[in-house]
């Protein structure tokens, strides 16, 4: 579920990780609407919008990525930039990152009791400003949002 001063929405996320460590998800946001993200970590390669009652929106595809880290435990860093394009197109390259502070690990199933391995948590904040908190979750690959603080839409959570 995710809570915001504008309304609750429950949107339903579907991890499905693959064999050459990147991760495929769908966020189903109503029956008319879900988005398709492939990702390595906490990068998105590629997504695309899907609507039944519009056309579809092209794929944004990453086109370069900068990527910097310390070791992966408390108190290290990492932050990314990716430049993506919409395809087919000859948009501009737009560009998305983040800047993470690498806070506690903590047993997964303590994020969400079906869940095992270890989960790290991460405080982060995007190249517009917006803040996000969250944790990686190592067993999926997958940076689930627990609290974000965007411009545009203000604070939300998700349980």
């Given at each position: 579920?995710?809570?915001?001063?504008?309304?609750?929405?429950?949107?339903?996320?579907?991890?499905?990780?693959?064999?050459?460590?990147?991760?495929?998800?769908?966020e189903?946001?109503?029956?008319?609407?879900?988005?398709?993200?492939?990702?390595?970590?906490?990068?998105?390669?590629?997504?695309?919008?899907?609507?039944?009652?519009?056309?579809?929106?092209?794929?944004?595809?990453?086109?370069?990525?900068?990527?910097?880290?310390?070791?992966?435990?408390?108190?290290?860093?990492?932050?990314?930039?990716?430049?993506?394009?919409?395809?087919?197109g000859?948009?501009?390259?737009?560009?998305?990152?983040?800047?993470?502070?690498?806070?506690?690990s903590?047993?997964?199933?303590?994020?969400?009791?079906?869940?095992?391995g270890?989960?790290?948590?991460?405080?982060?904040?995007?190249?517009?400003?917006?803040?996000?908190?969250?944790?990686?979750?190592?067993?999926?690959?997958?940076?689930?949002?627990?609290?974000?603080?965007?411009?545009?839409?203000?604070?939300?959570?998700?349980?």
């Amino acid at each position: 579920m995710k809570s915001a001063k504008i309304g609750t929405s429950q949107i339903v996320v579907v991890i499905r990780p693959t064999m050459d460590g990147s991760v495929r998800v769908r966020e189903i946001y109503s029956s008319d609407f879900f988005v398709d993200r492939d990702m390595l970590g906490l990068v998105q390669l590629k997504s695309k919008m899907n609507s039944r009652q519009l056309e579809s929106g092209g794929v944004y595809v990453s086109q370069r990525l900068t990527f910097k880290a310390d070791a992966w435990n408390e108190g290290g860093e990492v932050s990314f930039v990716t430049e993506s394009r919409n395809v087919p197109g000859h948009d501009e390259l737009q560009e998305y990152g983040m800047k993470c502070q690498i806070g506690p690990s903590v047993e997964a199933s303590v994020v969400n009791h079906g869940l095992t391995g270890q989960a790290q948590f991460l405080d982060c904040t995007r190249l517009n400003g917006d803040l996000v908190k969250g944790y990686y979750i190592d067993a999926l690959g997958y940076f689930l949002t627990t609290h974000e603080v965007s411009k545009d839409f203000g604070d939300s959570d998700t349980t």
